[in-house]
């Protein structure tokens, strides 16, 4: 069964303290690794797509990187403004547009 | 390239009752998928359609339904709703290279 695991639940760190976010996954054929932020109240939006091992994608202060077990959000000298939840999702080959979320972390970023 | 709409926003309810919610994707993209999304529960994959279809089926009871019309707008409904069934909805709309661009939700409330 498709799964995907995100660790830690919550994350608290000060303003410019860099850290990881973690994403576990088992999937039969990754077509694609995704990571979304969602803001409380508002639907999840799309920050990147990870394709196979190796695979890095940067956009501002957060980088994504994908091995064939996991995936790490890494966020280089956080803002308060990137308080968020950060959700994992996986596509398999074969499912279409079905995609497994994880629960999530919920960052929160204090100046 | 105006977002993923949908209504309403708020949507309050009695047990027994039956709702109908609404979504328009981004124009051009003929894929809809639709999540329920709980504290407990996280985001939960319920079906995808495209092309008037039905392509993908999440783990839902029979009393979650769907379609989508010749114009890629989408409609979910669900019958004989119970209290457990208060969360929110989201639509996602599917883009060209898998990743989904959300929409803002309905929030249902069964009382």
């Known amino acids: 069964e498709d799964q995907v695991t995100q660790s830690p639940e919550a994350l608290r760190l000060q303003e410019g303290e860099s850290s990881s976010l973690n994403c576990s996954y088992t999937?039969?054929?990754?077509?694609?690794l995704f990571w979304y932020r969602q803001d409380p109240g508002k639907g999840p939006e799309f920050l990147f797509t990870?394709?196979?091992a190796g695979e890095e994608k940067e956009k501002e202060r957060l980088k994504a990187t994908l091995t064939k077990k996991e995936s790490f959000l890494h966020i280089t000298a956080p803002k308060p403004e990137d308080s968020a939840t950060y959700l994992c999702?996986?596509?398999?080959?074969?499912?279409?547009?079905?995609?497994?979320f994880g629960a999530g972390t919920r960052l929160f970023v204090k100046a | 390239k105006a977002g993923v709409t949908q209504t309403p926003r708020y949507l309050i309810k009695t047990r027994g009752q039956q709702v109908t919610l609404s979504c328009s994707p981004i124009?051009?993209?003929?894929?809809v998928s639709w999540y329920q999304q709980t504290p407990g529960q996280g985001l939960q994959f319920l079906f995808e359609?495209?092309?008037?279809?039905?392509?993908n089926k999440g783990n839902f009871p029979g009393r979650f339904s769907g379609r989508q019309f010749s114009n890629s707008r989408s409609e979910m409904n669900v019958s004989t709703l119970e209290l457990g069934d208060s969360a929110l909805y989201l639509c996602?709309?599917?883009?060209?290279?898998?990743?989904?661009?959300f929409g803002p939700g309905t929030r249902l409330t069964v009382l």
């Open positions: 999702a996986v596509q398999a080959r074969t499912g279409g547009f079905k995609t497994i």
């Open positions: 999937v039969s054929g990754l077509r694609g």
């Open positions: 990870l394709y196979s």
């Open positions: 124009s051009g993209h003929r894929s």
């Open positions: 359609y495209f092309s008037e279809t039905q392509r």
């Open positions: 996602a709309s599917n883009g060209p290279d898998n990743e989904q661009f």
